[in-house]
């Protein structure tokens, strides 16, 4: 039995082919190198301690996203997608307008409780936090336009998001490294400054959103605020989980054993776009399925396709692990983790299918319940490990902990999707 696939009014009709899932690649993939450029800098200028820092720093700012914007984002894209379905874009560009907002609104909040703190305990912070925060909130901001586009199925456009905020990154770190040396303050302000930059080209390519009306109600806030709480829950457990390592060795081995970690795992990330782009077309064609039988072949064969993918992705890090050596020193002493990381990184690949069909099902909170689970797994690990065996240990804790998340995602979709037996 197969379901047919409805043409959103307003909208282009998503195909289910690799169009969509190229465009996205192509802006994630621009995006990673963008960020690579960044890391790289900063391996040439830092030291391993700074690094460790800066390690840290990225850390926080993606729990802080996950925490925060991804949820939002998430959020904006169910309910805009709904509005769609009713034929009510005013309604849909309310949603994405108000999941903007709030990420704004929830930023200026918490820099305005850090400035109190920093006046009443002069010396105490220093602008570090401050700076992950802005960076943080601007990555939130461009992550909820981004979702009225793919809510619309409107890929090249999200894409071109991701193009234009790469271009302004890239020009305030240029900036910055002409203005003078370059130190973990420095750095961090290219990286405000840049997705500052990217979200007023995410105003700039949202107007044509708004040509049907702007809807805004109180009743879609609060709607939008109930549906993101469970996404950022599970999406800022998710990040914890992914980004843990540097805190951790931090913690429990050395600020030199988190540079190391991070200078291993960041390489690593430009799999983690392929996991992303999957994700995000998964999810955008997901919410268009009714369940049953359709859900439960399109998650069957898009789970064959992530385990093509994740072998595709270990032979990478074996192909290209020699060439990490051309990078610099602190790239050379790191290359023998880095396709454990690949390991790592294609292990959470095959969990996103059925984290996509957690929001396909109107569930939220079973992708909280399978990252709020595998979390403790982790950091129990990383605290057995990292101690004795520093930066490797801490990659075989990550490796533990994605196993654990197979396990248990497919503890929950167990009897949720119905087989082609049970639909009749």
């Known amino acids: 039995m197969t379901t047919a696939q409805t043409r959103r009014p307003g909208t282009a009709e998503a195909p289910d082919g690799l169009g ?24 040439w200028s830092l030291s391993i301690e700074d690094m460790g820092r800066y390690a840290v720093a990225i850390s926080a700012q993606w729990i802080g996203v996950g ?3 991804t949820g939002l984002a998430v959020a904006t894209l169910r309910l805009a997608a709904d509005r769609l379905d009713r034929d009510d874009p005013a309604g849909a560009a309310g949603i994405v307008a108000q999941g903007a907002a709030t990420a704004l609104a929830v930023t200026v909040a918490i820099l305005l409780l850090l400035a109190g703190f920093g006046l009443a305990m002069p010396g105490t912070l220093g602008p570090i936090p401050a700076l992950i925060v802005g960076w943080a909130g601007a990555r939130s901001f461009i992550d909820c336009v981004r979702s009225g586009f793919l809510a619309r199925h409107q890929f090249g456009r999200a894409t071109m998001l991701m193009v234009g905020s790469t271009v302004t990154g ?16 420095r750095l961090l302000i290219a990286h405000v400054v840049g ?6 080209v995410a105003l700039a390519l949202a107007v044509p959103l708004t040509r049907d009306g702007v809807r ?16 950022s829950l599970s999406e800022g457990t998710r990040l914890m989980h992914l980004n843990a390592g540097p805190i951790l060795l931090m913690t429990f081995a050395s600020s030199a054993e988190a540079g190391l970690f991070g200078v291993a795992r960041y390489p690593a990330y430009l799999f983690d776009v392929v996991a992303l ?22 998650v069957r064969s898009q789970v064959r396709l992530a385990a093509g993918v994740g072998a595709l992705v270990v032979l990478g890090a074996f192909a290209t692990r020699p060439l990490l050596v051309l990078l610099g020193s602190p790239f050379a002493e790191a290359a023998p983790l880095f396709v454990f990381n690949a390991v790592d990184f294609a292990i959470l690949l095959l969990v996103r299918p059925a984290e996509s069909a957690y929001h396909g099902l109107h569930k939220p909170w079973l992708e909280w319940i399978q990252r709020g689970a595998v979390l403790p797994i982790l950091i129990l690990s990383g605290w057995l490990l990292s ?22 995602a497919a503890l929950l979709l167990r009897g949720r999707l119905a087989g082609p037996a049970e639909a009749g």
Do not use: C, K
Request: aromatic share 10%; hydrophobic share 55%.
């Open 170 to 185: 890239l020009a305030a770190l240029a900036a910055v490294l002409l203005a003078a040396p370059l130190t973990l303050e």
């Open 216 to 231: 805004l109600s109180r009743t879609a806030l609060g709607e939008l605020l109930r549906y993101a709480r469970w996404p």
């Open 67 to 69: 925490l925060v914007g």
């Open 387 to 408: 101690g004795p065996f520093g930066a490797r240990g801490m990659v075989w804790a990550h490796i533990l902990a994605g196993v654990a998340a197979l396990g248990v």
């Open 277 to 298: 782009t999957l994700y995000q077309y998964w999810l955008s064609v997901v919410v268009r399925r009714s369940g049953g039988a359709d859900m439960h072949a399109f």
């Open 20 to 43: 969509p899932v190229a465009q996205l690649f192509s802006g994630n993939l621009l995006g990673a190198i963008g960020g690579g450029v960044f890391f790289l800098t900063a391996s």
């Open 195 to 200: 997705l500052t930059g990217g979200a007023v």
